[in-house]
């Protein structure tokens, strides 16, 4: 038996909703200087077989690249292996579930009831019974705290009457000069006057009660609390009170303590305030599930010494990030920001620069996310009732995947939201499930149970189960018969199912292009999640998407973006400077300091030098509007010397399709990413390998079998050719109608259509 050697494997897990996949890689024994790569897919819950999918997932990879038989519940060693890269739902499950830890709010006085008022948003405003998402915190405690801006930031004279400070920058030069100026001090009224991390004036009206708050902090761990949030007006720019309180907390006791102005000092109190408790709410179930994650292995992984295995996890904005800097509002996206990371790296080109829409279509959900040379970031997001103020990127959901619950109701065919999950899954996963889109598929023959995993039933050994699927079609058919009409034929009611859910899909991708001024029809179709190669080839013809990427991973690209993704580490500054001539070199100063703290924490990391990208970005807006955009600007921008107000109104004017030209621009916050580079060049794209290949069309002598399979406008095709994606080579064309199946993914080409393989993908083209 041929040794692996020590700190070789790699391995990437990605948790979802029904399966959990892992992808690894190892020294290949016969090439060292070539790797061999291990596909494992579990179902993310089988508590009868295993307790932690990952970890299982982790447990059969081991076996597969030493050969060795490790016993199931056995603590792993990981001394084979270089690193573990992690996403996870768990997070975001807690929250949509509302099964997060219970915590406490400290907050301002007199701010109380402030989270729970909002933000007066009114998304359902004719509803007649609005049922509004209660708060996350449990209990509420106020601090006799109060700090206040010098000035008020409509002052059309606000910098001439503004606070003036010597060049040490603490002490004052001239005070307050503006309406409310009490006529004798430097600001509005008696307080000490400090200057905030934004420039800003500040006046402490009020300092804390130390004593008393700490007596409070004590009356809430005798009652059982052990997280908090604590949220104190204007702390994004003077966070010292909720230091001191923090200090305080984690004196007394508290495991977990979420202060607004350390997770993301940015100006709103209330996202800040909402995304403190989100934080408190989330953090610690992330922290018992890691802990039973870690529980299954050696001490080496937890100890962070550098001879020992990374663990490292997706971020919800496409970053890596080490345990140090991973919590629950860090993870909300954790599970599909692999399959975006994974398909952007992969499809992109560079020199042609074709749009990409990423389409996810999972066991429960299907994500929806665009690509076109960078990651598009959103930083305020509702999710489940709960707007959070966090760097996420913008991936839209719909609850239409494989899992999803078809239903007949009032006449109309329905594609979820509800879902049939892992437990028991779908009617054909043999647990007595519901009928789901999965069930479809299976019926009109876009699943084939012989080349389907054999991991059902209570043996984990059985195939997939058409009889129970067929059963329950024909009971809803009966319904559906009943209540029209025209008789509809079995075939027909299976596919109006799927068409129900195909549009489902298609809504997400229409609010990311054609509601932002992008035409769908021009960007490329990245298919990938488990059931995606059944529907891409219907969804593009849909929405005028003539060519279509699906990986050869594509059903575990959540996973195999987790071994192509980058180290990320970002800070970010409050700011609260009007963007002038002169401003500009005061905040270059700002972003260099900031630009040299990321460079030193990535440097600790293991990045440095050309392995490093560094992003600089200001968040700015027009004077008089609360929509601030960040804006990072490229060569072409102004005099191309990071010209921010250049970027600032190219950006405006895109996303909202007029400028304000009279107006000032702010600059509310300053913001430095850095990037630790996982690969320097992933290689030629597909574009260019398929412009350059021979191709070679398949004839149908070479299928794997033939089988009977349901298509548009065409009908059932008896002997549509079953191709395996393992038995084609490079160059090979097949022509629909067809089936491509590997271990892990079916995909179906419609009339029409062509598919040629190239090294890493099926390059599909749909005919006019």
Same mark, same amino acid.
């Given at each position: ?53 990952p970890t299982e997932g982790i447990r059969r990879v081991l076996e597969i690249a030493t050969g060795e038989t490790i016993p199931r519940g056995s603590v792993l060693d990981t001394s084979k292996i270089d690193y573990i890269r992690l996403s996870t739902t768990v997070a975001t499950n807690a929250l949509l579930e509302r099964k997060g830890h219970r915590h406490a709010l400290l907050i301002t006085k007199g701010f109380k009831d402030l989270l729970l ?336 995993? @054999?991991?059902?039933?209570? =043996?984990?050994?059985?195939? #997939? ?7 329950? !079609?024909? /009971? $809803? *058919? @009966?319904?559906?018969?009943? =209540?029209?009409?025209?008789? #509809? ?7 109006? !199912?799927? /068409? $129900? *859910? ?9 609010? #990311? ?10 960007? $490329? ?120 107000e250049a970027a600032f109104r190219r950006v405006y004017k895109a996303e909202f399709g007029f400028l304000l030209d009279t107006k000032s621009i702010i600059v509310d916050d300053l913001k430095v990413r850095g990037i630790g580079k996982t690969f320097d060049h992933l290689g030629e794209s597909v574009y260019s390998e398929v412009d350059r290949l021979e191709k070679n069309p398949v004839t149908r002598g070479r299928a794997d079998s033939t089988y009977s399979v349901y298509f548009d406008k065409v009908g059932r095709v008896a002997k549509t050719p079953v191709f395996l994606l393992d038995n084609l080579g490079v160059g090979d064309e097949v022509t629909g109608p067809a089936m491509i199946i590997d271990n892990t993914q079916t995909i179906v080409i419609v009339p ?17």
């Amino acid at each position: 038996m041929i040794e692996v050697p020590d700190r070789s494997i790699r391995i990437c897990a990605d948790r979802g909703g029904t399966f959990c996949d892992v992808h690894a890689s190892y020294p290949d024994p016969l090439n060292p200087n070539e790797r061999k790569d291990i596909i494992v897919k579990l179902l993310s819950q089988d508590t009868a077989n295993y307790g932690d999918a990952p970890t299982e997932g982790i447990r059969r990879v081991l076996e597969i690249a030493t050969g060795e038989t490790i016993p199931r519940g056995s603590v792993l060693d990981t001394s084979k292996i270089d690193y573990i890269r992690l996403s996870t739902t768990v997070a975001t499950n807690a929250l949509l579930e509302r099964k997060g830890h219970r915590h406490a709010l400290l907050i301002t006085k007199g701010f109380k009831d402030l989270l729970l008022i909002g933000n007066q948003s009114r998304p359902r405003i004719f509803d007649l019974n609005i049922r509004r998402p209660s708060p996350l915190y449990s209990e509420v405690v106020e601090v006799d705290e109060r700090v206040t801006l010098v000035g008020y930031t409509s002052d059309p004279k606000s910098e001439e009457n503004a606070i003036q400070w010597n060049d040490d920058g603490t002490s004052i030069q001239r005070g307050y000069r503006g309406p409310g100026w009490d006529g004798e001090g430097d600001a509005e009224g008696p307080g000490d006057i400090v200057r905030g991390i934004s420039g800003e004036a500040v006046r402490i009206l009020k300092r804390p009660d130390l004593d008393l708050v700490r007596r409070n902090l004590q009356r809430l761990y005798d009652t059982g609390y052990r997280s908090l949030a604590i949220v104190l007006v204007h702390s994004y720019t003077f966070p010292e009170h909720e230091i001191q309180i923090g200090k305080l907390a984690r004196e007394v006791g508290f495991t977990q303590v979420s202060e607004s102005s350390q997770l993301l000092p940015m100006i709103k109190m209330v996202p800040r305030g909402v995304s403190s408790t989100a934080d408190a709410y989330l953090t610690p179930i992330l922290q018992e599930y890691l802990d039973g994650f870690f529980y299954g292995f050696d001490a080496k992984l937890k100890d962070g010494r550098i001879k020992s295995p990374r663990v490292e996890f997706m971020g919800s904005d496409g970053g890596l990030l080490d345990l140090n800097n991973f919590s629950g509002l860090k993870s909300i996206l954790s599970g599909p920001a692999g399959g975006v990371v994974g398909y952007a790296l992969t499809s992109w080109d560079a020199d042609r620069k074709y749009p990409i829409i990423g389409l996810d279509v999972g066991g429960t959900s299907t994500d929806v996310s665009r690509f076109d040379g960078r990651y598009e970031v959103v930083y305020e997001t509702t999710t489940a009732g709960v707007t959070i103020q966090s760097p996420q990127l913008d991936i839209n959901t719909v609850a239409a995947g494989g899992g999803s619950c078809l239903t007949f109701r009032n006449g109309l065919f329905l594609a979820g939201p509800e879902s049939a999950g892992a437990q028991p899954g779908p009617a054909c996963y043999r647990k007595g499930g519901p009928l789901a889109v999965t069930d479809a598929n299976l019926l009109l023959g876009r699943l084939i149970p012989d080349y389907f995993p @054999k991991i059902f039933g209570k =043996s984990e050994k059985e195939p #997939l189960d058409s009889e129970a699927s067929r059963v329950a !079609f024909e /009971k $809803v *058919a @009966k319904d559906i018969n009943e =209540s029209h009409e025209i008789n #509809l034929g079995l075939d027909e009611i299976v596919y109006g !199912f799927i /068409k $129900v *859910a195909n549009e489902t899909m298609c809504r997400p991708i229409r609010a #990311l292009t054609e509601a932002r001024g992008y035409s769908t029809g021009k960007h $490329v179709l990245a298919s990938f999640g488990g059931a995606g190669g059944q529907h891409a080839c219907e969804i593009a013809s849909l929405l005028g998407i003539k060519t279509i990427l699906i990986h050869r991973y594509s059903s575990i690209l959540s996973a195999y973006g987790l071994a192509l993704a980058d180290r990320a580490y970002e800070l970010q500054e409050p700011s609260s400077t009007f963007y002038s001539a002169q401003t500009r070199q005061y905040l270059i100063v700002r972003l260099d300091k900031l630009t040299s703290d990321v460079k030193a924490e990535l440097k600790r990391q293991g990045f440095e030098g050309d392995r490093v990208k560094i992003e600089r970005m200001l968040n700015m807006r027009f004077e008089g509007t609360d929509t601030a955009l960040m804006v990072l600007p490229n060569e072409n921008d102004g005099d191309g010397a990071e010209d921010f107000e250049a970027a600032f109104r190219r950006v405006y004017k895109a996303e909202f399709g007029f400028l304000l030209d009279t107006k000032s621009i702010i600059v509310d916050d300053l913001k430095v990413r850095g990037i630790g580079k996982t690969f320097d060049h992933l290689g030629e794209s597909v574009y260019s390998e398929v412009d350059r290949l021979e191709k070679n069309p398949v004839t149908r002598g070479r299928a794997d079998s033939t089988y009977s399979v349901y298509f548009d406008k065409v009908g059932r095709v008896a002997k549509t050719p079953v191709f395996l994606l393992d038995n084609l080579g490079v160059g090979d064309e097949v022509t629909g109608p067809a089936m491509i199946i590997d271990n892990t993914q079916t995909i179906v080409i419609v009339p029409g259509a062509r598919a040629v393989l190239t090294s890493k993908h099926l390059y599909i083209t749909l005919g006019e």
